[in-house]
């Protein structure tokens, strides 16, 4: 590290989806359809001067063997509905919604986060994602089938159409690309942001290159500090040939964090908490995602099946399956045995995403020394306990940051833009 002035932390709320973040066990766990489970949320992260609120999205349940996953969010309101209402009950936060660029159309979807834009003084965000997934597109009228290597080009013409939608407000837009052919009019004004911070995750080459093209914000999963710099670095790098600064594009991966009056006390719970995250039925299921067979008979506290997985299978329905399942399987057995652990022990061990496990004085360090030496520029924090899993963060954390001159003590303007140091880009 150099003597450059500290680097200010950016830190971001998400409300854990379709996934097992939530320790759905504990008596505090809420519910993920009443609002003011939203609302409890995205008022403690504006109470901590948070940058914004992040909701993701889920089209449509998983299924193994053609039944539900039980673990699932059943029933999550659609998350730009959620953000229009909580900007009502915030003045600050910035509201970030991921939606799909695969099932939805450039104009509907530029109208919509104009919308939120202007109902929250300019707070709005959008998280772009991509899909290739058939059995997500049978809910949509044209099948949403997309190859692989067409995600990213869709995406790319889609997030610019968007843009040039937003930049001409009321005036008529007329495009024509491989993607989109389209005239049209907002009948909007310009958005107060002039652009809503456009936010990319993905960690392929191809994603990368995206995000440094096109977003203001990537939400990464890196869990070391030496792969948190190489993938900052990397990013970094490639701004340059699209004519970008490296301040213009904010990393921040996703990490939970477990905090107790005392390290060891940490350690105990956020051991309890990942064995409440990952029971019996969940440590089964990642295990079919990779093998792509029925393993409802297989014991979780015993070793990994022996058999070798299935790479052409279609167990596994609305999720990504490994693309070299072979390959992932020799390498949990090589785990597994380097360090002696059952089935549900190597799941719990191979789907840790970052995480700080400390008292509030270790926790504020070690996200401190990440972002101080480059490994991020901040963390978007997932709670496992919704609605309240983040005010112990915010009461006994933010403080310290604040201590160190690294976070900040008040909002210093109005939009998501200004909470990020991002420009206001011109009209093109």
């Given at each position: 590290?150099?003597?450059?002035?500290?680097?200010?932390?950016?830190?971001?709320?998400?409300?854990?989806?379709?996934?097992?973040?939530?320790?759905?066990?504990?008596?505090a766990?809420?519910?993920?359809?009443?609002?003011?489970s939203?609302?409890?949320l995205?008022?403690?992260?504006?109470?901590?001067?948070?940058?914004?609120?992040?909701?993701?999205e889920?089209?449509?349940?998983?299924?193994?063997?053609?039944?539900?996953?039980?673990?699932?969010?059943?029933?999550?309101?659609?998350?730009?509905?959620?953000?229009?209402?909580?900007?009502?009950?915030?003045?600050?936060?910035?509201?970030?919604?991921?939606?799909?660029?695969?099932?939805?159309?450039?104009?509907?979807?530029?109208?919509?986060?104009?919308?939120?834009?202007?109902?929250?003084?300019?707070?709005?965000?959008?998280?772009?994602?991509?899909?290739?997934?058939?059995?997500?597109?049978?809910?949509?009228?044209?099948g949403?089938?997309?190859?692989?290597?067409?995600r990213?080009?869709?995406?790319?013409?889609?997030?610019?159409?968007?843009?040039?939608?937003w930049?001409?407000?009321?005036?008529?837009?007329?495009h024509?690309?491989p993607?989109?052919?389209?005239e049209?009019?907002?009948?909007?004004?310009?958005?107060?942001?002039?652009?809503?911070v456009?936010?990319?995750?993905?960690?392929?080459?191809?994603?990368?290159?995206f995000?440094?093209?096109?977003?203001?914000?990537?939400?990464?999963?890196?869990?070391?500090l030496?792969?948190?710099?190489a993938?900052?670095?990397?990013?970094?790098?490639?701004?340059?040939?699209?004519?970008?600064?490296?301040?213009e594009?904010?990393?921040?991966?996703?990490?939970?964090?477990?905090?107790?009056?005392?390290?060891?006390e940490?350690?105990?719970?956020?051991?309890?908490?990942?064995?409440?995250?990952?029971?019996?039925?969940?440590?089964?299921?990642?295990?079919?995602?990779?093998?792509?067979?029925?393993?409802?008979?297989?014991?979780?506290?015993?070793?990994?099946?022996?058999?070798?997985?299935?790479?052409?299978?279609?167990?596994?329905?609305?999720?990504?399956?490994?693309?070299?399942?072979?390959?992932?399987?020799?390498?949990?057995?090589?785990?597994?045995?380097?360090?002696?652990?059952?089935?549900?022990?190597?799941?719990?061990?191979?789907?840790?995403?970052?995480?700080?496990?400390?008292?509030?004085?270790?926790?504020?360090?070690?996200?401190?020394?990440?972002v101080?030496?480059?490994?991020?520029?901040?963390?978007?924090?997932?709670?496992h306990?919704?609605?309240?899993?983040?005010?112990?963060?915010?009461d006994?954390?933010?403080p310290?940051?604040?201590?160190r001159?690294?976070f900040?003590?008040?909002?210093?303007?109005?939009?998501?833009?200004?909470?990020?140091?991002?420009?206001?880009?011109?009209?093109?």
């Open positions: 590290m150099t003597d450059r002035p500290l680097k200010q932390i950016h830190l971001a709320a998400h409300f854990p989806g379709v996934n097992n973040t939530t320790v759905w066990s504990d008596p766990s809420g519910s993920h359809i009443e609002f003011d939203f609302r409890h995205a008022q403690t992260a504006e109470r901590g001067k948070f940058d914004f609120f992040f909701l993701a889920g089209l449509r349940l998983r299924e193994t063997n053609g039944r539900i996953h039980d673990l699932d969010v059943v029933g999550r309101p659609e998350s730009i509905t959620v953000l229009n209402a909580l900007a009502a009950v915030t003045e600050h936060l910035g509201l970030a919604a991921t939606v799909n660029a695969t099932f939805n159309e450039p104009y509907e979807l530029a109208r919509r986060f104009a919308t939120l834009d202007h109902l929250s003084g300019g707070r709005a965000a959008w998280n772009v994602v991509t899909s290739s997934d058939a059995f997500t597109g049978e809910n949509f009228r044209r949403g089938y997309l190859n692989r290597a067409d990213y080009t869709r995406a790319a013409e889609f997030v610019e159409l968007a843009r040039e939608f930049d001409a407000g009321d005036a008529e837009v007329r024509a690309g993607q989109f052919e389209v049209g009019r907002l009948s909007l004004p310009r958005p107060p942001q002039g652009h809503p456009v936010i990319q995750a993905g960690d392929s080459d191809e994603g990368r290159e995000a440094a093209a096109t977003a203001d914000v990537i939400f990464s999963r890196h869990s070391t030496t792969d948190g710099q993938f900052h670095a990397d990013v970094k790098r490639r701004l340059a040939a699209y004519g970008r600064k490296p301040d594009l904010k990393i921040m991966p996703g990490a939970t964090f477990v905090l107790g009056d005392t390290d060891a940490a350690e105990e719970r956020a051991t309890e908490v990942r064995r409440a995250q990952v029971g019996p039925q969940t440590a089964i299921h990642y295990l079919e995602q990779v093998w792509g067979i029925d393993l409802s008979d297989h014991d979780p506290d015993g070793p990994l099946p022996t058999v070798d997985p299935d790479p052409d299978s279609a167990l596994i329905q609305g999720r990504v399956r490994f693309s070299d399942p072979v390959a992932v399987a020799e390498r949990w057995r090589a785990v597994a045995a380097e360090k002696n652990l059952t089935s549900r022990e190597l799941v719990i061990e191979v789907t840790g995403r970052q995480s700080f496990i400390g008292s509030p004085a270790t926790v504020a360090g070690l996200i401190d020394h990440f101080q030496n480059d490994a991020a520029d901040g963390f978007i924090l997932v709670p306990l919704t609605p309240g899993g983040l005010d112990e963060f915010v006994r954390v933010v310290l940051l604040q201590e001159g690294v900040r003590t008040d909002y210093t303007g109005p939009t998501l833009r200004d909470h990020l140091g991002l420009p206001v880009p011109g009209r093109r």
